[in-house]
């Protein structure tokens, strides 16, 4: 029965730091394909239900697979960028299991012959870099959808859309390498971004494209063994993720300390409780009877395809931050935010390609883009100020031809308007007109009025300069150009 949050007392501290956590993870991704993986259907979400269905994948008498070659290209794409060793020869292999949302009365998937095994990806946590194994990557069909809520009679009828039936899909299976819940979160978000950046999926978490079951025991430090598993499903969101981890870890010191055993099952995170929940013992677990598909051969991947799929991948995440960290002499921490998706790092490469100096873009990109485009709830594609835009705006900025203030007030307008920086600048009257004379009148006006200031920078402290300059500006309310003050100062004061 459904175990409630208040039953996991709280542990004390120093009785959790007895135990270290093992955590490893299954993800599904849905693959980008257009169609599905063993018949022309689409795959469109949202569509109406049993829309995209047809005999073959309603799993009717007579039909035979054929197998989706994007769908294999897609799940190779995965595999090379996950660094794993995609192999030459694959097979399918049904899963058989009795339910509803399986037509067939089986599921076909790969089972002791993947399509790649052996990889890694690093994960950085805390500042401290970690490699995550990947035990395999396999390519499966999608089930059906059960719908068990929202229809007139959901009460006592469960509903089924089979549209999402025979969607491909890629199982990623990680090592059991991670040790605390912010591992297991660092990992699916490295997982997702890599995802994402060579276009394997669109990692929807709330249409179903990426799904997250979490694989955690808990063993003594130091031991060798480890405790027993419980998988843990239904972890829709990041946040569950780490919520229901969190739940288990202490769920399962707490049965150890009070001298029980952990029984091997599979649960579910309830999170309306917050809390997981027993689904099905070990002793029940299915036995899935798998076969090798007699319907579909095995899958043959030669050197030369597989060389064709490594050299389409774009540049990944890792390489993309130690390119921007070398080549545009960006800090790690303005490297990982502008590399964070695709788009924001091509957004942030075109305005240095534009002529932009790049440390000055990176910081206007992470301060006044990113918080316009939060603050409207656009995305980087949709931003009304282009690469170019913003770029002619910084060459103003840095040329002195406009202040830095004043920058801020015309990014603003070009964000609202789309009109362009030098359209804002003429029309609001903005560009340093105060001229040359002026600055020196009033750089003349403010040394005569600080002779104590004007000894002590003559005696060698060049530290009063800055003063100096600021009371020009102040002059000049901020409209003078700062390197001509800079260089008139330096002028009447040497
Ligand atoms: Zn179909």
Sequence with gaps: MAKSSSEVAAIAPDVLAKYETVIGLEVHVQLLTNSKIFCGCSTRFGDPPNTNVCPVCLGL?????????RAVELAMRASLALNCMVHERSRFARKNYFYPDLPKGYQITQYELPLATNGWIEIDHDGAKKRIGITRLHLEEDAAKNLHEGFSESATKAYIDYNRCGTPLSEIVSEPDMRTPEEAYAYLTTLRQTMLYTGVSDCNMEEGSLRCDANVSVRLRGAKEFGTKVEVKNLNSFRYLQKALEYEIERHIGVLESGGRISQETRLWNQSESCTVSMRSKEKAHDYRYFPEPDLLPIHVSNSWREEVLRSLPELPEAKRARFIA??????????????????????????????????????????????LNDSGKEIEASPVSPAALAELLK?????????????????????????????????????????????????????KNPD?????????????KFFVGQVMRATRGQANPQAVNDILRKLLS
Excluded: C
């Design 396 to 448: 103003l900025v840095e040329s002195g031809q406009i202040t830095a203030a004043s920058g801020k007030k015309v990014f603003a307008a070009m964000f609202d308007t789309g009109r362009s920086p030098a359209d804002i600048v003429a029309a609001e009257g903005l560009s340093s007109q105060v001229d040359e004379s002026a600055i020196e009148q009033a750089a003349r006006d403010v040394i005569a």
């Design 61 to 69: 008498p007579g039909t035979l697979p054929v197998l989706n070659k």
């Design 453 to 465: 200031n004007v000894a002590k920078f003559k005696s060698g402290n060049e530290g009063v300069f």
């Design 327 to 372: 080549a545009h002499g960006l800090t790690p921490y303005d490297a990982g935010v502008l590399t964070t998706t695709q788009p924001l790092a091509d957004y942030f490469e075109s305005v240095v390609k534009s002529g932009a100096p790049a440390k000055t873009a990176a910081n206007w990109i992470q301060t006044e883009l990113l918080r316009r």
